[in-house]
């Protein structure tokens, strides 16, 4: 099971951090990440993160978006900073465990202008 949380209403400029915690698996988490969807637009890649630490940001979001994890806690970490209305949508988080993708529930990010 994936919990996602830390999404929430922020104003442009603003920062917020996600988390999304990985329980119940008895199997090592390989890789993790995070997209987001906005309503009738397709589903974009954020970011994505290894076991061993290697990242990769989308290019609009470099810069702004720091991904991150904790593998003690089965936990990653979606920094953003320097928001824009552009960036409202429902983040998704997602990790592959023993060779199969797994989903979280979404949370809402809303940036007012």
């Known amino acids: 099971q994936l919990q996602a949380s830390g999404g929430g209403l922020v104003r442009e400029g603003g920062s917020l951090r996600l988390s999304c915690r990985v329980s119940g698996s008895s199997f090592p988490v390989n890789a993790m990440g995070w997209t987001r969807q906005v309503p009738g637009k397709q589903r974009e890649q954020v970011a994505a993160?290894?076991?061993?630490?290697?990242?990769i940001v989308a290019d609009s979001m470099e810069g702004r978006f720091t991904i991150s994890r904790d593998n003690a806690k089965n936990t990653q970490y979606l920094q953003m900073n320097s928001l824009s209305p552009e960036d409202t949508a429902v983040y998704l988080c997602?990790?592959?465990?023993?060779?199969?993708?797994?989903w979280g529930q979404g949370t809402q990010v809303t940036v007012s202008s």
């Open positions: 997602n990790a592959i465990i023993a060779g199969k993708i797994y």
């Open positions: 993160i290894t076991r061993n630490n290697r990242t």
